[in-house]
Nanobody, 122 residues
Framework: VQLQASGGGLVQAGGSLRLSCAAS?????????MGWFRQAPGKEREFVAA????????YYADDVKGRFTISKDGAKNTVHLQMSGLKPGDTAVYYC???????????????WGQGTLVTVSS
């Protein structure tokens, strides 16, 4: 499956952005999990949020809970990440990824998008 992420950009602190990740090549199975990760300069890639494709059950990292919302559009094979209350610490390249089951570990995800840069200015 190919993943194409989009929606990054420059935003002021407190602002909002919506990231999208379109999947192609094959359909996403109900057992799959779609996730968002981010990687800031000099830091390791970290888990942000994930959603179970079949049930819609969502998971969030503690520092984005209440500010970010992950959702899916089954008809368009697309997953979104709505980010609000953005902080300078959210600045990173954001990646979408697909896995066969839920995990917060990037090595458990088999497919990755190319990444989209989010920059939050203070």
């Amino acid at each position: 499956v190919q993943l194409q992420a989009s929606g990054g950009g420059l935003v002021q602190a407190g602002g909002s952005l919506r990231l999208s990740c379109a999947a192609s090549g094959r359909r996403i199975f109900s057992s799959n999990v779609m996730g968002w990760f981010r990687q800031a300069p000099g830091k390791e890639r970290e888990f942000v949020a994930a959603i179970r494709w079949g049930t819609g059950l969502t998971y969030y990292a503690d520092d984005v809970k209440g500010r970010f919302t992950i959702s899916k559009d089954g008809a368009k094979n697309t997953v979104h990440l709505q980010m609000s209350g953005l902080k300078p610490g959210d600045t990173a390249v954001y990646y979408c990824a697909a896995a066969t089951g839920y995990s917060r570990q990037p090595q458990e995800y088999n497919y990755w998008g190319q990444g989209t840069l989010v920059t939050v200015s203070s």
